[in-house]
């Protein structure tokens, strides 16, 4: 009895000694958030945004407050250049999306063209950042795109497919990709849950994956969110990326993915961005495949 009474003795002293620390974190600065890109045969679409600090709320009004729409943005492929004019789309929720683009009375727009390189100007607030990149060459191509079921060992439900393609890689390292699917014509297009990928184990290879679903990242993913339906509209979209692009969605999708993982390790996302904006400016090689999965 004494032993216990002398253990709740010591906890309660414990618990008497214990302080409340509060640690007063500084505002983090705000910086430029940039998402552009550019596709062959597109115009380009360039998103300004600030960032947010990490504890602010974020809701629709904080989200609709961050987009910067009073800067000077230009492109130039070397030989044109052409100031892009501030537009702007609704969602499928409501909210507006602010971005950049050639203007649309433009006789001839900047439209984006293989082997090109382009460079993007942005000034804003007295800053000037910069970023270049290339619409690579299409060296990725694909043979053949088929569906097959599902083993009973993967799941259950029969109702789901699976999308698989044979694709040849030219031989050479330095190829770069990302792929989006898009199921019907009303879902816009969305990038795997690990869309990018080089060539470093298939140079030179003709080879057969599965292309798992696009995943929308504000939905939560399940087992089957990488599976098709039976009657399903499938469109592939693979498009040829080059070096920073790469790395920017590799580090990007790395550290998405690394959330609430206390083992995780930090991931420094590669921006090719100047003057300490966050972000990236991407170009797109792309070609298009389309198959049915009956029903």
Known sequence: MKKCLSG??????????EKDIKIKLDPSDNKLVVEASIENGMAPVVILTQSLDYFNKIDPG??????????????????????????????????????YTSPANASTPMLGKLNTTYQLSIQVAGQTYRASTTIPTITRTIDSMWWEKLP??????????????????????GDYIRYYTKVGSREP??????????????DGKTYTIPIDRGFNRNAEFTDSSAFYHKGDTVT????????????FWRTYEFSFQSIGNPFSSPTRILSNINNDALGYFGGYGCVYRTIIIPK
């Open 236 to 247: 592939l979209k693979l498009c040829q990326i080059d070096k920073a692009t790469y790395d």
């Open 8 to 17: 709740l003795f010591f906890m309660f002293f414990l618990q008497a000694c």
């Open 62 to 99: 904080a989200l609709q407050s961050s987009f910067v729409k009073n800067a000077v943005v230009t492109i130039t492929d070397g030989t044109r250049t052409q100031q892009l004019n501030p537009d702007s789309i609704q969602s499928d929720e409501g909210a507006k999306i602010y971005f």
């Open 152 to 173: 009973s060992t993967e799941i259950k439900d029969t109702g789901f497919a699976r999308v698989m393609i044979k694709a040849t890689d030219k031989p050479g390292l």
């Open 189 to 202: 297009f969305f990038p795997g849950f690990n869309s990018v990928f080089d060539d470093q184990i298939i």
